[in-house]
């Protein structure tokens, strides 16, 4: 995979050696961090043997609770309330997936349209405006060479990368991945883990939405449209297992790399955003088929 | 009266399972209008059997006659038709479709063949016609799942007449059904019999045996033992031909030296699954648990460690009650169990060797939340080493092991919980012979180091092998207790099917 990323980053920057200039890769890298940190999420999602298709609506409604508590009170208590919205936003998927025992899929797509409909309420629709300037430092500035975005997707990269493999949580996801039955007659408390994961989930989410507020200034709630299936693709490319307990944070950055990469190429070769929507459907199956034929064959 | 000449009839089958020979030279005769019942412990064949002559599986030597043609069973359909259906346990009814669109399932008759449209009275008519041959009142238009058990087992077998079955395959038909339900099935197979329909029985209940099948072919260990009219031939010698064979000695001899007991469990109740199941078990013992499938033993051992919940009942450790709800707490107390099903529920198989044997005791490995992967690392390896798990690589994932390899990973996983009351379900259940040897010594050695061991197993030898004591269940309640010096497979066969100490 690794050597995936870098054919195409040479190919790309063959064609349109702006590729490598420190402005592109600032940008794509800064573009990216916000499905980075969704894929983050939805990686302990898929790793559980679930999925959370609500993540896209999330982005709108902590986008929305954050402009608006930040008009109220104050930058740290917007950014804290967005992120926190998105925590709670889990929770909620958690309790009716590990209590009710609504299938994930399910319960995740009823949040996905209740989500979109709590942001719209709230804003009433329209965007609110007015943030302190301040804010946009968040989405735009810069650590030295380094967007913030990208520092912080990074930041949650190591996090994360760290929880799965280095916490007992982290090792009961991958268990109730790779076999639930087997991990509740192992002892491990599945649903208070499973609660876990989804509220992970939607922290990360929480945070992708108070940048992407930042980066747009303004409280949206139209924002993340499709987000979710993008996240679920790159855990996938990056190869994942959807069926769960396949995978990780390092595959799932290279799925965003090409992600990002094959988006950012494809505009500055001037290739329609209509067929690059084409050319990523053809890779989600096509990683997928390549990973499997591979498992099949050993 | 039955039409003498054979409508089914096998010769020297032979089918082979990697490390297993499951049928070794199998003969069968089955004539027009006979009911034959195939008789034979868990493990002997019979399943495979049916499946062989219902084309699940194709034989790997011998031959199938029907009809006196010789023929090739390739698939189910193709058995269906040459007259041959089965009714299994799990019966294959599309539970949301209505009784007359189950029996013409696939046939329905059509009123414009071009546009498959569905001739609606006529599917109707006709599954009248045949519901009333077998003088079953169902109604035609009832949904499936609507219907109890044994109606949906009348529908069935209405099925599998409409397909023009002359050889209807039924297995353990009477698991589910009352007694009132068991008569109406047998006028429906004396009906079958009138139409010269013959009928292969499968089942552990003899007495039922005895009032409707002709004659009776008894395996064992995948051979064909003898071929008996059971009109003749008591229960008594039906058992004796399903088990007599010799001990092998390849169970390792243990000084036994029970202390004291580690594990009482009293008055398990769960409706309809556990009716006051009380037992003990010792420290250094070793207590086999026997039964016939369906006999609720793995439910038993799933409501000591907190799978399932009970009713009512107690279970206490080391003489003091303790409450178990959930795995958790089982664990805590220092109780393990082993599942009968490892693929499904014991190993973690896309998880590497050592990550399945130290999951269960994770709490140990971490300090201050963060796990110590290296030290994880060498206590896997010390339990690789020490239980010989053949494998070189601690990463391997444990799908790629062996069954034998796999259920030592299970066990190792429990050892790293330092549990002190083991439950084994089937401990050696596909697994080779060398595999099981090192099982039961592993088992002997648990013992040696003060562990209560509580062993269900349906293989006999096993069973009587290496238990200090034996008890044996049925449906749901134990029926006798044995030791192991006055303990025989007849005894325990009988009791496990009649029920009588």
């Not at chain 2, 092998?248 to 398990?268: I, N």
């Not at chain 2, 994932?397 to 790293?416: D, F, H, P, T």
Request: proline share 3%.
């Amino acid at each position: 995979m690794p050597i995936v990323i870098l054919a195409l980053a040479i190919v790309f920057g063959s064609i349109n050696p702006n590729f490598w200039s420190a402005t592109n890769l600032a940008n794509v890298s800064r573009q990216i961090s916000i499905l980075a940190l969704l894929a983050l999420g939805q990686t302990f999602a898929i790793l559980s043997g679930g999925i959370d298709l609500s993540v896209g609506s999330l982005l709108a409604l902590v986008s929305v609770v954050c402009a608006q508590q930040m008009k109220a009170f104050g930058l740290v208590e917007g950014i804290t309330a967005g992120i926190l919205a998105g925590g709670l936003a889990g929770l909620v998927n958690g309790l009716i997936i590990a209590k009710a025992r609504v299938p994930p899929f399910i319960a995740t797509l009823g949040m996905l349209v209740a989500a979109r409909g709590a942001a719209l309420t709230l804003s009433g629709g329209l965007p609110i405006a007015g943030l302190p300037r301040e804010f946009l430092v968040l989405g735009a500035g810069y650590l030295g060479p380094f967007p913030i975005p990208t520092v912080i997707a990074a930041v949650a990269f190591v996090l994360a990368h760290g929880i799965l493999r280095r916490t007992r949580f982290g090792r009961y996801v991958y268990a109730m991945g790779s076999n639930e039955e087997a991990a509740v007659l192992s002892g491990i408390n599945v649903a208070n883990y499973k609660m876990l994961v989804y509220i992970t989930s939607g922290l990360f989410a929480g945070v992708a939405g108070v940048i992407l507020t930042s980066r747009v200034i303004s409280g949206q709630p139209t924002l993340g449209e499709v987000q979710e299936l993008y996240s679920i693709a790159a855990v996938v490319i990056g190869g994942g297992r959807i069926s769960g307990g396949v995978g990780g944070i390092g595959t799932t950055l290279m799925g965003v790399l090409v992600l990002g990469i094959l988006g950012n190429g494809l505009n500055l070769v001037q290739v329609s955003s209509y067929i690059q929507n084409i050319v990523i459907g053809a890779i989600i199956v096509g990683a997928v088929y390549v990973d499997l034929a591979r498992e099949r064959r050993s | 009266m039955t039409d003498a000449s054979p409508f089914l009839q096998l010769h020297a089958i032979v089918k082979r399972f990697p490390g297993v020979l499951a049928l070794n030279d199998v003969g069968l005769d089955v004539r027009r209008g006979e009911v034959h019942a195939l008789l034979g412990e868990n493990g002997a064949g019979k399943s495979t059997l049916i499946k062989t002559v219902s084309g699940v599986y194709r034989p790997d030597n011998g031959e199938i006659r029907v009809d006196g043609r010789s023929v090739h069973i390739r698939n189910p359909h193709a058995a269906q038709a040459l007259g041959i259906s089965t009714i299994y346990q799990e019966f294959t009814l599309a539970p949301d479709m209505t009784v007359a669109e189950n029996i013409f399932l696939g046939r329905e008759p059509l009123r414009l063949r071009a546009l498959s449209i569905v001739d609606r009275k006529a599917l109707i008519r006709q599954t009248r016609d045949v519901l009333a041959s077998l003088d079953l009142h169902i109604d035609p238009e009832a949904i499936v799942k609507d219907l109890g058990v044994a109606q949906q087992q009348m529908v069935e077998i209405a099925k599998a007449l409409s397909l023009d079955a002359r050889l209807i395959i039924m297995d353990e038909p009477t698991a589910t059904l009352t007694s009132h339900e068991i008569d109406r099935l047998f006028e429906a197979i004396a009906r079958l019999k009138q139409r010269n329909v013959a009928v292969i029985y499968v089942s552990h209940r003899l007495d039922e045996v005895k009032a409707v099948c002709d004659r009776a072919t008894i395996l064992r260990d995948g051979t064909c033992v003898a071929t008996v009219p059971v009109a003749s031939t008591t229960i008594d010698e039906m058992i004796r031909l399903m088990v007599g064979r010799d001990l092998k000695d390849k169970f390792p001899k243990r000084q036994s030296e029970p202390r004291e007991e580690m594990l009482r469990v009293e008055q398990l109740t769960r409706k309809g699954v556990l009716h006051g199941v009380t037992f003990s078990v010792r420290r250094g013992e070793i207590v086999g648990i026997a039964g016939l499938v369906g006999s609720k033993r793995t439910e038993t051992a799933r409501a000591i460690f907190g799978v399932d919940p009970i009713d009512s009942g107690r279970i206490l450790l080391r003489g003091k009650p303790v409450n178990v709800r959930r795995p958790g707490d089982a664990i805590r107390h220092g109780i393990a169990l082993v599942p009968e099903d490892r693929k499904r529920h014991g190993i973690f198989g896309t998880l590497s060797v050592w990550e399945n044997v130290v999951l269960s005791a994770l709490r140990r490995f971490s300090r201050r939340g963060i796990l110590d992967v290296r030290r994880e690392k060498q206590r896997a390896q010390e339990f690789v080493t020490s239980l010989r798990i053949a494998t070189t690589d601690l990463e391997k994932r444990v799908l790629e092991l062996s069954g034998g390899n796999q259920q030592k990973v299970v066990i190792a996983k429990w050892l790293n919980t330092n549990a002190e009351v083991f439950l084994f379900d089937e401990p050696t259940r596909g697994i080779d012979v060398g595999g099981k040897i090192e099982v039961y010594k592993l088992m002997g050695e648990l013992i040696s180091r003060g562990a209560a061991i509580v062993m269900i197993s349906s293989e006999l030898p096993e069973i009587l092998g290496l238990s200090d004591r034996i008890l044996v269940m049925r449906e749901g309640s134990i029926c006798g207790e044995f030791d192991r010096a006055d303990a025989t497979e007849e005894k325990i066969l009988n009791c496990a099917l009649r029920g009588a100490a």
